[in-house]
């Protein structure tokens, strides 16, 4: 049976709360090994294979292979390429700052920079699945530009409040997705939140407020998780408009 992970809002630092920590490398996980990375968890669930953070690291590529999980990140600092062949001839995915990217679990790729990256991060490989074989690198990698807008055609017709989701992303086990979402003035009232969720407001406001009576403003340029379970209210006063990445805890690999 799954463990009860942690509750409660997280807002993300790009320091963490008291510095990022050096990382162990291992010289076969790179073509080029950097001088040094680093590294803060907010929150990580080891039975699940999620982990929440922010990392840096120096110039390097990684040696050429399957991509370890799902990822959902956002570039604070730096750029890097994603190359879908050994040497980079083939058609590679520049990633830039600003830009929020979905990495599928098993692709065929190298993450190649020059120079300081920084990046607030989810990622997901559970434990209890093998990586995918056979994955095709051309749309494994996708960078989705800050200013990424809805259209009416996202429209979520159950919604009772006009409420717009794209959603450019589910994993192979139909439980992490990843997409821009918006809603128009809301109020979700005290509840249960259903899964775990990273979150970069793009636009607007969202005020998040605990059980306990701990309530967190979150305003265009911030980042934030809610852990899966945490009993909270959701009041946006006018509008919202977030990147976001989704877990679902309860779908497991051959559940």
């Not at 990140?73 to 390429?81: K, N, P, Q, R, S």
């Not at 305003?219 to 946006?236: I, L, Y």
Request: include cysteine; aromatic fraction near 10%.
């Amino acid at each position: 049976m799954l463990k009860a992970a942690p509750t409660g809002i997280v807002r993300l630092e790009v320091n963490g709360p008291d510095g990022l920590k050096p990382m162990e490398l291992d010289p076969q996980d790179f073509h080029v090994l950097p001088d040094a990375q680093n590294l803060h968890v907010y929150f990580e669930d080891e039975e699940l294979g999620m982990s929440v953070g922010v990392w840096d690291t120096t110039t390097m590529q990684e040696a050429f292979g399957p991509y370890p999980g799902d990822e959902f990140i956002l570039i604070l600092d730096g750029a890097f390429e994603m190359m879908d062949t050994v040497d980079g001839s083939g058609t590679n995915v520049p990633c830039k700052t600003g830009e929020c990217v979905i990495f599928r679990n098993g692709a065929p790729v190298s993450w190649k920079q020059d120079g300081y990256l920084k990046k607030f991060y989810i990622t997901y490989m559970d434990p209890l699945a093998d990586t995918p074989k056979d994955i095709p690198a051309k749309g494994a990698i996708q960078a989705l530009g800050p200013d990424m807008q809805l259209s009416d055609d996202d429209i979520d017709e159950n919604a009772t409040v006009k409420q717009r989701d794209k959603c450019s992303y589910v994993n192979d086990h139909d439980n992490f997705s990843m997409g821009l979402w918006d809603t128009e003035m809301m109020d979700t009232g005290m509840e249960p939140f259903p899964w775990h969720e990273f979150a970069y407001v793009r636009e607007g406001e969202v005020t998040i407020t605990e059980e306990t009576g701990v309530e967190h403003t979150f305003r265009e340029g911030d980042v934030f998780f809610v852990p899966a379970g945490t009993v909270c209210r959701w009041q946006v006063p006018k509008y919202l408009r977030k990147f976001y990445a989704t877990l679902d805890p309860t779908i497991r690999p051959g559940g």
